[in-house]
């Protein structure tokens, strides 16, 4: 079992100080076993799951009776996973948590509703810290260690670290196989077909149907075998519509119960100081890449996804609010994504398969935006920085270049 980045964060942030953790994350993005993997550490503790009937009745008789009892001065874990299932389940961690006897550690894992509900009213407030698990990235199949922000893009420019051995290796089977951790780990196509398969039956079948109590789950299955062809595009709901001869109101709001559930993700156009930019029209992009069968829009996804877990990852570990972009104005110039620190654009990233050379809507952006460096990365092995005025595009591969993000 690899070691995961959120490791040495939930211990900071939340065991330090006896704060619940809140990891919400993809179906099969590894977050079970990075609460088994912490509790083997802890060596004290309990791991329940919804699923098992047993902690069902007890939760229902006795939600208190999780705690184990206090063993000297170790302090027991308590994993509690899948407990969003359960309709009043922060309400009742709220009174354990509050009425402990003796110091205990709780992490609580679930996909698409943990992450609803701690945007609403939220009983657990002051109590707990929320972090986003994603499936592998190329830095974290070598290494746990995420850097700052500002040593990031620092190290990255002066090329101040060495790039693991492994790196083109690893590129070509996030490639292939997706950053899921199991058909990733296994290498094998035909088992990457029988988990996706599996996988989308359950996130639409089972989350789905217990998520929205929709009675169109056939055609939401239609809708997401369409996304694929339209991964890096503008996402136009008519023409979804169309497609699926439904309403722009129904498509989006299918849209939105799929970008709960963590099936895909979708990035907005940024517009503040940008000339006649684009306002509305985002783009999408699917959590599991491997279904995109064209290679530069799987590309452009995989480094999305690299750009994305970055931004969560530095949001959700203090650093500063990071939040991920696009540029594109109405004559179809465009910069594929802009990283932005504090609403404020810190760092656009340009995606070509293989052209080398400068995009020419540098020119067209780069003069409206304070960060003077920006970075294009291609698929294959390249290194130059490039200057132009007062500012920097550093044309890099992704191999390397991707292994600077979390």
């Known amino acids: 079992m690899k070691d995961r980045s959120l490791t040495q964060a939930i211990e900071e942030f939340c065991f330090a100080d006896h704060k619940i953790a809140l990891v919400s994350g993809p179906r099969q993005c590894g977050k079970t076993t990075l609460a088994k993997m912490l509790l083997d550490q802890r060596k004290v ?53 509050d009425t402990l006897e003796s110091p205990c550690d709780f992490l609580v894992t679930g996909s698409a509703r943990l992450n609803v509900y701690r945007k609403g009213s939220d009983s657990l407030l002051g109590r707990h810290f929320p972090f986003r698990l994603h499936p592998f990235s190329l830095r974290e199949m070598e290494r746990p260690d995420v850097l700052a922000p500002d040593k990031m893009l620092q190290a990255i420019f002066a090329r101040g670290e060495e790039p693991p051995k492994s790196a083109d290796e690893n590129l070509t089977a996030l490639m292939t196989f997706g950053p899921f951790p199991k058909p990733l780990l296994d290498r094998s196509v035909r088992k990457l077909k029988l988990w996706r398969r599996s996988r989308e039956e359950l996130v639409i079948r089972d989350d789905l149907r217990d998520f929205s109590r929709l009675p169109e789950l056939d055609r939401i299955e239609m809708m997401t075998s369409l996304l694929p062809e339209r991964v890096g595009s503008l996402f136009s709901l008519a023409s979804l519509g169309r497609d699926l001869e439904a309403s722009i109101p129904t498509i989006k709001r299918w849209a939105t119960y799929l970008k709960d559930l963590y099936y895909l993700f979708e990035i907005k156009p940024y517009s503040k100081r940008i000339a ?27 480094v999305a996804h690299h750009l994305l877990k970055t931004c969560h990852y530095w949001t959700d570990t203090g650093e500063d609010d990071f939040a991920l972009f696009f540029l594109r104005d109405k004559e179809k110039h465009e910069i594929d994504f802009l990283i932005v620190r504090d609403g404020e654009p810190w760092l656009p990233v340009e995606v070509k398969l293989s052209d080398t050379d400068l995009s020419p809507n540098w020119k067209r952006f780069q003069p409206m935006l304070p960060c003077k460096r920006g970075l294009q990365i291609v698929c294959h092995p390249e290194w130059k920085v490039n200057n132009f005025g007062d500012s920097q595009v550093l044309v890099a591969g992704a191999a390397e270049a991707l292994s600077y993000f979390a």
């Open 45 to 97: 503790g309990v791991y329940r799951n919804w699923d098992q009937l047993v902690f069902r009745r007890e939760w229902a008789q006795n939600p208190s009776s999780v705690v184990p009892p206090a063993q000297g001065k170790e302090v027991p874990l308590v994993v509690l996973d899948e407990i969003h299932k359960e309709r009043r389940w922060k309400r009742n961690l709220k009174g354990i948590y």
């Open 276 to 302: 006649r930019s684009l306002r509305r029209e985002g783009k999408i992009y699917l959590w599991d890449y491997s279904a995109v069968s064209d290679k530069a829009a799987r590309f452009e996804n995989l």
